[in-house]
């Protein structure tokens, strides 16, 4: 059976490219990752017809979860069919000016990373060996 849905809203573009402006500047890139992962599953559930069921429950929980801190003011321009976004603000804005500041001595000591470096190359050094040890040295 052929569905005959409406794919092009002009209004729900503008809406959703505001909404993940301001989701980039609210969530934790880890938990937006995760996020992203759920919508696309939400997407295959919904189109499936699967609304009413548990994986689709749940799904649609985990995003509202998700969503708790997504609050804020997007500004934004329409030009000639483009949505672009000149700015925003949220009172749980992830953006910190004193961390990221070249002024001002936040928490960070790069000496920090050095831990971070080791740890994850531990994984790319034992990659590496076993392809060696099977005669591949390159990956690809």
């Known amino acids: 059976m052929k569905s005959r849905g409406i794919y092009e809203t002009p ?3 503008i809406l959703y490219q505001a909404h993940m402006d301001i989701e980039v500047f609210t969530m934790d890139r880890e ?13 295959e559930q919904v189109y499936r017809g699967l609304w009413e069921s548990p994986e689709c429950q749940f799904t649609r929980f985990c995003i509202g979860k998700s969503q708790e801190n997504v609050e804020g ?8 069919g483009g949505v ?17 500041s070249m002024d001002v001595q936040g928490d960070y000591n790069p000496v920090d990373a050095g831990g971070f470096i080791k740890v994850n190359a531990l994984r790319l050094k034992e ?4 392809l060696e040890m099977k005669g591949k040295g390159d990956a690809c």
């Open 11 to 13: 209004g729900g573009t």
């Open 73 to 80: 003011t997007v500004t934004l321009s329409l030009y000639k």
């Open 127 to 130: 990659y590496r060996r076993v």
């Open 31 to 43: 938990l937006l990752r995760v996020k992203q992962k759920l919508a696309d599953e939400f997407a």
């Open 84 to 100: 672009y976004i000149l700015g925003r603000k949220s009172p749980f804005s992830l953006y910190n000016q004193d961390l990221v």
